[in-house]
Every structure is written in structure tokens, then in C-alpha cells.
């Protein structure tokens, strides 16, 4: 072999080696490239992983919050229904108090009343709660007093424990429709009287103005409030 041709054969190993070396090069780069990659791709992955996780864990929360909200919407139904029972029983119970209160005025008020029915207007019959009933129908009075003879009179009494406008009609409609209920009583002339514990300035204006005479209580249980020189309206029977 001559020595043109062993440097021929020397040429070309080394540009081989040379050709392999670059090849090597391009491959380390393309796996460490690769290997970038595969790293990216790997935190992603794990970015992923996670942000499914909190997704899970959130549907979780909120399911769970779900079910709380729904534990205390049920938990607000009960306790309103419950509140409403305990309104309606004290509904009851408060109706109760005020119309055993109301009987109580009666009561309390009848011995005074009798007095000054008897002492001021010379009464002779005093009837607490009397109650007429004509064809089905019904009227009740607090107390009725009367009496017969030359100074032929009654009176119509209403006892309220509080004064108010209601009360006011309920004795008007009482004392015009007086003699349809009791006419027995057509002779006599009928004052009015409304008996109270308590009540404002215009509802007792109010009584006065309709010509009642006025007991409210006082000192001695129940007093004769009506002012001097107070005119009473007087019923009396239509003419037949």
C-alpha cells in the first residue's frame, strides 16, 4: 500500500469520526431536548393532577355545602313552624287572658255599679249578664236595671276592661234596638252607661258625646265619672 493511499485511508477514518462525533453531538442534544420536554411535560402532568384534585376537593366543598345549606333550610322550616305553633298558642292563650280579664271587670265592677245604680239613679232591679232570645237570635247586656212605678226608668250598662271605638258602636247598636228586644219594658225611658278600666281621652269624650253616663275605676273599684251638669240621652219606645 503506498503512502498516497494510507493517507487516503486516514483521511477518511478521520472524517468519519469526525461525521460520528457531530452525529453524537445531535444526539445528546435531541435527548436532552427530549428530556426538557419529558420534564415539561411531567409538571404539567402534575399541574393537572392537582388542579384536578382541587376541582374534586372544590365540588366536594360545595356539595357538602350543598347539603349543609339544605340541612339548615330544613332546620329554619321546623323552627318557623314551630315558631308559628308557639304565636297561635299564645294567640290562644292571650284571647283567654283578655276575655277571663274582661269577665273579671264584670265582676268586679257589678258590687260598684249596684251601688251607684241603686244610690244615684234609685234603681230597684240590678241583673248582671241578662240575655234575651228571639226566633234564633240573641242580645246579652252587662247589667240591666229598672224600676217600675211612678218614676218608671231603666238602664243599660256595658263593662269593658279597655274603652275603645268598638266598644262605643256595640252600645249604640244595643240601645237603638233596646225595645225590640225587651219590649216589656216599652213604658220606661233607658239611659245609657258604660263602665271601664281603662281607655283614652276621645273614647270617653266620645261616651259623653253619645249621652252615656260614665263609671270608670277609681279608689272604691268603680266611680261615677259622668260631669256636672251632664244631659243623658233618653230612649225611649217608638209610639205604636
Given amino acids: 500500500m503506498s503512502i498516497a493511499e ?8 478521520t472524517i468519519t469520526q469526525l461525521e460520528t462525533a457531530a452525529e453524537l ?12 420536554q419529558m420534564k415539561e411535560t411531567e409538571r404539567l402532568v402534575k399541574e393537572n393532577t392537582a388542579q384536578i384534585k382541587e376541582t374534586d376537593r372544590q365540588i366536594k366543598e360545595t356539595d357538602r355545602q350543598i347539603k349543609e345549606t339544605d340541612r339548615q333550610m330544613k332546620e329554619t322550616d321546623r323552627q ?5 305553633r308557639k304565636l297561635r298558642e299564645i294567640g290562644k292563650q292571650v284571647g283567654g287572658l283578655g276575655n277571663k ?22 234603681m230597684e232591679a240590678v241583673t248582671p249578664r241578662f240575655s234575651v232570645i228571639k226566633g234564633g237570635e240573641g242580645q246579652e247586656y ?60 276621645a273614647a270617653r269624650q266620645a261616651v259623653l258625646a253619645h249621652g252615656w253616663h260614665l263609671v270608670q275605676v277609681g279608689e272604691d273599684l268603680f266611680e261615677l265619672k259622668t260631669p256636672p251638669g251632664f244631659v243623658p240621652k233618653i230612649y225611649r219606645a217608638a209610639a205604636r
Wanted: charged share 35%; proline share 1%.
Fill in 6 to 13: 494510507l493517507k487516503q485511508i486516514i483521511e477518511s477514518i
Fill in 25 to 36: 453531538r445531535d444526539t445528546e442534544r435531541m435527548v436532552k431536548e427530549n428530556t426538557a
Fill in 80 to 84: 318557623m313552624k314551630e315558631t308559628g
Fill in 101 to 122: 280579664f274582661g269577665t273579671f271587670a264584670e265582676g268586679l265592677a257589678f258590687s260598684s255599679i249596684e251601688r251607684i245604680l241603686r244610690k244615684d239613679f234609685g
Fill in 142 to 201: 252587662d247589667v240591666l236595671a229598672y224600676r217600675n212605678g211612678e218614676a218608671s226608668k231603666g238602664m243599660i250598662v256595658e263593662v269593658k276592661s279597655s274603652l275603645d271605638l268598638a266598644v262605643i258602636e256595640q252600645m249604640k247598636r244595643k240601645m237603638e234596638r233596646l225595645f225590640h228586644w225587651m219590649p216589656e219594658h216599652r213604658e220606661k225611658e233607658f239611659q245609657g252607661m258604660v263602665a271601664y278600666v281603662e281607655g283614652s281621652a
